[in-house]
């Protein structure tokens, strides 16, 4: 039991989750925010989650290091918005830097510290969540609280889960996303990036899950 629980830790370290994604993690997979109150077989199956998010137990080779650069965090976040929305398979950097490269023939010293090869990057990884999950980068469409990229995100990840929706008919998307941030009463411009990074946490486990069922 102690092992299961310490290997938890050790992921959401690995992972880089902070404690608000974290705990929204565990409730989504098994309805329990912390792993002292799951069964073991609650915290294998917390386990498994992990793994398929790139978790490599210390019996395993470990990863590179962590991406490093004035433009990490931002490629990291698209990276992972990937992962979220069910395109990315492996939300590890190695696996970006091998996607950014393939895409850009870039090596990740010159897309990690130089502006105008990790605009070029960036505008790679964009557009290939525009064309593969249809998030609309760029555009609000006269949406106040689309300003942000985790909103927009987090929007086009509703219509992968369900599909006909459009900004006049959301279909609950408002109140599930203050569900998911426990503000019934809020207002969706408001809502900070952790915000919306717990609701896009939350939505990508239903977007892989939908997915998986799907293949």
Do not use: C
């Amino acid at each position: 039991m102690t092992s299961s629980i310490a290997a938890i830790h050790v992921a959401k370290k690995q992972l880089g989750l902070d404690d608000d994604t974290y705990r929204a993690k565990l409730a989504n997979i098994t309805g329990k925010s912390s792993v002292k109150d799951m069964t073991e077989p609650e915290r294998q199956k917390v386990l498994t989650v992990l793994r398929n998010d790139g978790f490599r137990p210390a019996e395993s080779k470990p990863a590179a290091g962590k991406l490093t650069g004035p433009f990490a965090k931002k490629l990291q976040a698209l990276w992972i918005a990937g992962h979220n929305l069910g395109v990315v398979t492996d939300r590890r950097d190695t696996a970006l830097v091998a996607f950014v490269k393939r895409q850009t023939g870039l090596d990740a010293v010159r897309f990690l510290h130089y502006a105008d090869d990790a605009r070029a990057a960036i505008d790679g990884l964009k557009g290939w969540l525009r064309r593969e999950a249809g998030v609309s980068f760029g555009n609000t469409n006269g949406q106040e609280w689309l300003a942000s990229d985790g909103a927009k995100i987090a929007w086009a990840q509703w219509k992968i889960l369900n599909p006909g929706v459009d900004l006049i008919n959301r279909k609950g998307f408002d109140a599930e996303v203050f569900r998911l941030i426990d503000q019934p009463n809020y207002w969706l411009a408001a809502l900070t990036g952790r915000q919306w990074q717990v609701v896009m946490n939350a939505l990508g486990e239903r977007v892989r899950a939908a997915k998986k069922g799907g293949a």
